[in-house]
């Protein structure tokens, strides 16, 4: 229990549904619900989940004794940081053009920050993670896509003008498969989930000897958690896999490393997760792509945090003394290619009225500070 301890909640929207959390101002998770997305639906049923568990979550504080300072936000594609809305979501549509950071305010009265959440794993990383203490600090997770964001001197800060292109569309193989977006190597089709899955087919298809051939047919999925496993077990192919992706990473990093000069790489992201063998195979690619002394300039890192780093990084801002939205004028590296938006801010009984179907209803209904059935069970 806190003794009036200063926490945040916490959202990390993701594909299949979103955790609450009330985090700590040391960035460590005390409580988290899962909040299950309901694809296919309007904003307002989309959301309606989310916010019942932000409800459940201040009530469980109040309960507990912390003082909560914000809610912080992260959302898995690119924001209107003026507007403080979801630009494009490709997972979630409906929460696109919402003014989410509007919303949450009113309806739960707390100072409320929205993030891109590759921004909000590298600011989680920087504050309470491998990232402490970096100057300099980039970024690179691969999960289903590849993402980077880099942090100068404990800011969010815009990619160099000369690098406009898609994090995930980095060129690294120039007879590389062809990618969604047209061109052939990308990053995205070497290192990715779905490059490790594709890899693996490969290999049953040529009938190399394989412990995954066992599980798969099992009826085990595919994820990289088995991969690592089976590589930790010493599975040859599992091993040819992550050294492959690793070469690949490698270059790609050796590519960014020479754009932004950064004192650290972090590398994370549920395929790099898994061990260590990604990481070092990246370490010693570089050397093979960058002079020495570029090398010695930059450690290379794992991330720390895991799957928090993200809820750690949409508080950490609530815990610097300054409520203002840190890197809220930055745009990602990754959304670079989609420009400025002219997007303004509105009233959102304006938006949500028109557009969507008992919207406003979501911001109009306060906050129930009557006590929940949790804190009338403590009281007895
Ligand atoms: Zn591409």
């Known amino acids: 229990m806190g003794i009036d301890e200063s926490a945040a909640v916490g959202v990390e929207v993701a594909v299949g549904g979103a955790t609450i959390a009330l985090v700590d101002r040391h960035g460590r998770v005390h409580h988290r619900f899962y909040a299950k997305t309901l694809r296919g639906r309007p904003a307002a049923a989309t959301l309606e989940p989310y916010l019942r568990c932000i409800e459940q979550m201040l009530a469980y504080a109040s309960a507990e004794s912390f003082h909560v300072r914000g809610l912080g936000i992260s959302v898995p594609g690119t924001l209107d940081h003026a507007s403080r809305r979801p630009l494009l979501i490709p997972t979630l549509p409906a929460l696109n053009g919402i003014p989410l950071g509007d919303l949450l305010e009113t309806r739960f009265e707390l100072p409320t920050?929205?993030?891109?959440?590759?921004?909000?794993?590298l600011l989680g990383e920087y504050r309470f993670g491998a990232g402490k203490g970096s100057r300099r600090l980039l970024f690179l997770t691969v999960n289903a896509v590849?993402?980077?964001?880099?942090?100068v001197d404990g800011k969010l800060e815009q990619p160099t003008q000369q690098y406009t292109g898609h994090v995930c569309?980095?060129?690294?193989?120039t007879n590389g498969l062809r990618?969604?977006?047209?061109?052939r190597g990308c990053i995205n089709t070497l290192v990715s989930i779905d490059a490790m899955q594709r890899m693996v087919l490969r290999a049953l298809r040529r009938g190399e000897e394989t412990s995954l051939a066992a599980r798969l047919s099992n009826g085990e999925y595919f994820s990289p958690l088995l991969l690592a496993e089976e590589a930790a077990r010493g599975d040859g192919v599992a091993l040819q896999i992550y050294s492959e992706m690793g070469r690949w990473l490698g270059a790609a990093s050796a590519i960014y490393i020479d754009t932004f000069a950064p004192d650290m790489l972090i590398l994370g992201g549920g395929v790099l997760g898994a061990n260590g063998l990604l990481l070092q195979q990246v370490r010693s690619t570089?050397?093979?792509h960058l002079p020495v002394q570029e090398c010695n300039k930059v450690e290379v890192v794992s991330?720390?945090?895991?799957?928090?780093?993200?809820?750690?990084g949409v508080v950490a801002s609530f815990f610097v003394g300054d409520t203002s939205q840190h890197g809220g004028q930055a745009v990602p590296l990754a959304d670079v290619a989609h420009g400025d938006s002219e997007d303004r801010p509105g009233q959102i009984e304006d938006i949500l009225d028109g557009t969507?179907?008992?919207?406003?209803?979501?911001?109009?209904?306060p906050v129930k500070r009557h006590r929940s059935k949790y804190e009338q069970r403590r009281a007895g």
Not at 146 to 151: L, W
Not at 169 to 173: F, T
């Open 113 to 121: 920050h929205l993030h891109v959440d590759v921004d909000a794993a």
């Open 146 to 151: 590849v993402g980077a964001a880099f942090i």
């Open 169 to 173: 569309h980095v060129p690294v193989a």
């Open 179 to 183: 990618c969604s977006c047209g061109k």
């Open 286 to 288: 570089l050397m093979t």
């Open 303 to 312: 991330a720390l945090l895991g799957n928090d780093a993200v809820l750690a």
């Open 356 to 365: 969507y179907p008992g919207g406003a209803d979501l911001i109009r209904r």
